[in-house]
């Protein structure tokens, strides 16, 4: 069985701050990770994924994330927030990159001026 | 990209109706369809996952009676809420999944019983 533990619920930084949201996973195989971005009253939206190959994951609005085996984490990272980075981010895992996603609960990003 | 349409983005019904939620696959052929259910500040559960052409898988606790779920197309697939009542209110999610194409979500619905 997979799982997905996102620590935090909510996270406040400052404008230009760095963005640090964790990700951990449970998985039986080698895990296909996400991060997805959510908006009020939207859908999600990918931000970035891992399924095989370079372990440092580049996504979009500079967004990356690594994949740590050793840790079972997938942690999400930006330089700099940015005043439209404050939205709801979860953290996902499928097994096989073909099975429904698993979630995490969701951490809630606050953009402070 | 891969683009996938979800209507209504919202719905208003009375106690006891029936609604329809589409979502559609409009560049590419979605093999899978998963529905999920959003509850206010929580995460998405998912509900069932379909096939194209074939019977819906549902999760447990989820009424398929209730929820009914079909995926007649490898574009097309609903979600039709019956007998709706207040407890049914939620936000509900389509993704759909085809070779290459990884999880494409839609935009959601927002149903509201009354």
């Known amino acids: 069985a997979q799982s997905v533990t996102q620590l935090g619920s909510h996270v406040s930084v400052s404008e230009g701050a760095l963005v640090l949201l964790r990700c951990n996973y449970s998985s039986s195989v080698p895990p296909y990770l996400f991060w997805y971005v959510q908006y009020p009253n939207q859908g999600l939206q990918l931000l970035l994924k891992y399924t095989t190959g370079a372990t440092l994951v580049k996504g979009i609005n500079g967004f990356e994330a690594e994949f740590k085996k050793s840790e079972t984490s997938f942690h999400l990272t930006k330089p700099s927030a940015h005043m439209s980075d404050a939205a709801e981010y979860f953290c996902?895992?499928?097994?096989?990159?073909?099975?429904?996603?698993?979630f995490g609960s969701g951490t809630r990003l606050q953009v402070q001026p | 990209g891969a683009v996938v349409s979800q209507h209504p983005s919202r719905v208003i019904c009375k106690s006891g109706t029936s609604v329809k939620i589409e979502c559609r696959s409009l560049?590419?052929?979605?093999?899978?369809m998963f529905w999920y259910r959003q509850f206010p500040k929580k995460s998405l559960m998912l509900m069932a996952t379909s096939n194209e052409g074939s019977k819906a898988t549902y999760e447990q606790g989820v009424e398929k009676d209730k929820f009914l779920i079909n995926h007649a197309s490898l574009t097309l697939s609903t979600l039709t809420v019956t007998s709706a009542h207040p407890e049914d209110s939620s936000f509900y999610i389509c993704?759909?999944?085809?070779?290459?194409?990884?999880?494409?979500f839609g935009s959601g619905t927002r149903l509201t019983v009354v």
């Open positions: 993704s759909a999944s085809g070779d290459g194409y990884g999880y494409t």
């Open positions: 996902a895992v499928s097994e096989t990159g073909r099975r429904a996603l698993t």
């Open positions: 560049d590419f052929q979605a093999t899978t």
